[in-house]
């Protein structure tokens, strides 16, 4: 970008140095009568003006006027105000100056809005000069147009914004995802005991209901890290080929519970929409959060729409926006007629914890979410929004050429969380790995425990009974989660595995999306949850048409 910005500095001072030196030639062309003057401005590539030093009023403009501004060159000169009249409202007072007031030589840039309301940035050259054919001081000026050079300008000066919020975003994920890893072992150990307490009342209501209470406070706390794990893009995804359409439209009712009676719903579906690859469980989350966020800044009604459609983008629109691949990409914009929100809110919207309600009203993850599984899903997620009309959020998808998929019932509700087969748990927590081998304990299993990868390793060799499932942490100290499965199915090939952890990682997660076949228990979880978790692998892995 800076060799970029150093080539279009020096053509500007190309063009100025020409403009000046042309302009130069032009008197002496026109003190000699030449014909070829015309021919030179034509070269120039730039406005050429000549005015009375005490006066101001112009005595000559050349004919590159009506291809800048639309205007032809004898009505500019006939018309005293014809170019005042054009210059942009934000930029007349520093530049409606009389020329007599002017010190010369000087050089500024400005704003021209043409009659067909295009912007123009020019650059305008002012220096003294003496008339060839009366010797009278005249002033004479160059008119270049600089407007790419300014858009260059913006559009690193907004790169840069971007890139520096991105990596805000960035650190901020990684503490938040830290912090929720740890925080989620705390609270499998909070919510493990829990019910495996409750599970032993039976005749002490009031004990009963305190811990019942535990539990809820547990579970709202697993909800926050839940968030925290999306924002900072550290939590397992199944994604499946499927259409932004029929997700929307299976959402219908829903979304009119959730936005109410005096919120018109809205939804502009392209029939030709591309299919998109997505977990539907996140991008359903994706789309509530984006109406709630909507309905909360429509207090008293409005409009909410929600539209899809495919988006090619550019070279051009992706130069301008960090960290986005050009190509083809299905669409889903959810926009609002709400209060809107000014530059400085919009700059931090997606920031955990960023809130603009009133306390108690919000914590302030919902889009920091919405930020985090779009990223994760490997797409991109725009915000446009004007206080007093309203605020569009763009979520683009990459776009795929795949069949949709059918997502798979959930048949665990139906099964029996008990069982006698032997599982061996490898967790270096020792709180969650005493709430796992207990409530599997309860459950009838035979179970085994292992602090670390290598003592796992020890035990799998020293053990030579029949060994059914393995139950190991993605992150370990020393030999990882994904290292001791591979030791264990060089010997154990029929051993069945199921990873679990506060979040992923790339051993076991690519590019944080979880690989066809491998079974994850996301913590925090009870022993219920881990019962039937197990269950279900075990029930999957032992029918022959899987393995």
């Known amino acids: 970008m800076d060799v970029v910005f150093s080539k279009l500095h020096a053509s500007r001072k190309t063009r100025k140095a020409r403009a000046s030196s042309t302009a130069t030639r032009v008197a002496g062309v026109r003190a000699a009568g030449s014909p070829q003057l015309e021919e030179l401005l034509d070269d120039l590539g730039a406005v050429v003006w000549e005015a009375d030093q005490p006066t101001g009023r112009l005595t000559y403009v050349s004919s590159q006027i009506a291809s800048l501004l639309g205007l032809p060159a004898d009505h500019v000169l006939n018309s005293p105000t014809a170019l005042a009249d054009l210059i942009h409202p934000d930029d007349r007072q520093d530049v409606d100056a009389p020329l007599s007031e002017l010190r010369l030589p000087t050089d ?149 519970r959730l936005i109410g009676e005096d919120v018109e719903l809205v939804t502009v579906l392209d029939e030709n929409l591309a299919l998109a690859k997505a977990d539907p469980a996140l991008l359903e989350q994706v789309i509530i959060n984006l109406a709630v966020n909507a309905r909360d800044a429509m207090p008293r009604g409005g409009r909410l729409t929600i539209e899809t459609q495919n988006v090619e983008l550019d070279e051009g629109y992706v130069r301008a926006h960090v960290e986005l691949p050009q190509g083809r990409y299905a669409m889903v914009a959810v926009s609002d007629t709400g209060c809107g929100m000014d530059k400085s809110t919009l700059a931090r919207v997606f920031e955990p914890f960023f809130t603009t309600k009133e306390a108690g009203k919000g914590t302030g993850l919902g889009l920091s979410t919405v930020y985090g599984i779009v990223k994760q899903s490997s797409g991109y997620i725009w915000a446009y929004s004007e206080p007093d009309i309203g605020t569009t959020f763009k979520v683009y998808l990459p776009a795929v050429d795949d069949a949709i998929e059918i997502i798979s019932p959930d048949f665990a509700s139906t099964l029996t969380a008990a069982g006698t087969e032997t599982i061996l748990i490898v967790e270096d927590e020792e709180t969650v790995r005493d709430v796992a081998g207990e409530g599997l304990r309860r459950s009838g299993y035979n179970v085994f425990v292992a602090r670390t990868g290598e003592e796992a390793v020890q035990l799998l060799d020293q053990y030579k009974g029949e060994l059914h499932l393995l139950l190991t942490d993605v992150v370990l100290p020393g030999m990882s989660g994904p290292a001791v499965v591979k030791r264990a199915r060089d010997a154990r090939p029929n051993l069945a595995v199921l990873y679990m952890s506060g979040y992923t990682d790339n051993a076991v997660v690519h590019h944080q999306i ?14 219920q949850m881990l019962n039937r978790k197990v269950r279900e692998v075990l029930n999957t892995w032992q029918t022959p048409a899987t393995r």
């Open 514 to 527: 979880l690989e066809p076949g491998t079974a994850f228990l996301q913590k925090p979880f009870t022993p």
């Open 108 to 256: 500024r840039t400005y704003r021209f809005v043409r009659p067909d309301g295009r912007v123009l940035w020019v650059r305008e050259t002012i220096r003294l000069a003496t008339s060839e054919s009366t010797g009278e001081p005249i002033v004479r000026g160059t008119i270049v147009d600089i407007t790419s050079v300014k858009d260059a300008e913006e559009i690193r000066r907004a790169l840069e914004e971007q890139l520096r919020q991105a990596q805000k975003m960035e650190a901020v994920g990684r503490l938040a995802g830290g912090v929720a890893h740890d925080f989620n072992n705390l609270l499998t150990a909070i919510l493990g005991y829990s019910e495996l307490v409750l599970d032993e009342l039976t005749d002490r209501q009031e004990l009963k209901s305190d811990i019942e209470e535990i539990v809820r406070a547990g579970r709202s706390a697993a909800a926050l890290t839940r968030q925290l794990l999306a924002f900072s893009r550290k939590q397992v995804m199944q994604p499946i080929t499927l259409s932004l359409n029929e997700a929307v439209a299976h959402m219908d009712k829903l979304l009119r």
